[in-house]
């Protein structure tokens, strides 16, 4: 929804109405206001994406626990913690991710384009050829 810019007054001189040209995204599942940048200097504040930063966790805690023995492979991993072993698959392809991308999610900088339903899905590994 975009709304035009407008100062109306009425004959009586009561009301006032402004209307703000502004649009609505959706980022992380909440709506967001987004205003054009030309009527606003004001920066959206960064917003982590909790689930996005579990699953990075849980990615390198599982290749870590598979590099060092703690388990041989994915089967275990997915025993261990009584999940699918598609799930740890898709998770651990998460350490993947070129360096940029993790610490924009850590930060909380990454794009409304970067969600977790699209980084569970295959991507490049090459780094250059992952922006989103």
């Given at each position: 929804m975009i709304a035009k810019t407008a100062v109306t007054v009425s004959r009586d001189g009561?009301?006032?109405?402004v209307h703000v040209p502004l649009t609505f995204a959706k980022r992380g599942g909440r709506k967001q206001i987004v205003l054009p940048d030309a009527t606003s200097s004001w920066a959206p504040r960064a917003r982590?994406?909790?689930?996005m930063v579990k699953a990075?966790?849980?990615?390198?805690?599982?290749?870590k626990q598979l590099e060092t023995g703690v388990y041989t492979t994915i089967e275990e991993v997915a025993a261990a913690e009584k999940i699918n072993t598609s799930y740890v698959s898709r998770v651990m392809r998460l350490t993947l991710l070129a360096p940029s991308i993790i610490e924009?999610?850590?930060d909380g900088r990454q794009g409304p384009e970067i969600t977790l339903?699209?980084?569970m899905k295959p991507f490049p590994v090459e780094w250059e050829r992952?922006?989103?």
């Amino acid at each position: 929804m975009i709304a035009k810019t407008a100062v109306t007054v009425s004959r009586d001189g009561d009301a006032i109405t402004v209307h703000v040209p502004l649009t609505f995204a959706k980022r992380g599942g909440r709506k967001q206001i987004v205003l054009p940048d030309a009527t606003s200097s004001w920066a959206p504040r960064a917003r982590i994406d909790n689930t996005m930063v579990k699953a990075i966790a849980r990615g390198f805690r599982w290749r870590k626990q598979l590099e060092t023995g703690v388990y041989t492979t994915i089967e275990e991993v997915a025993a261990a913690e009584k999940i699918n072993t598609s799930y740890v698959s898709r998770v651990m392809r998460l350490t993947l991710l070129a360096p940029s991308i993790i610490e924009a999610i850590l930060d909380g900088r990454q794009g409304p384009e970067i969600t977790l339903a699209k980084l569970m899905k295959p991507f490049p590994v090459e780094w250059e050829r992952q922006w989103f």
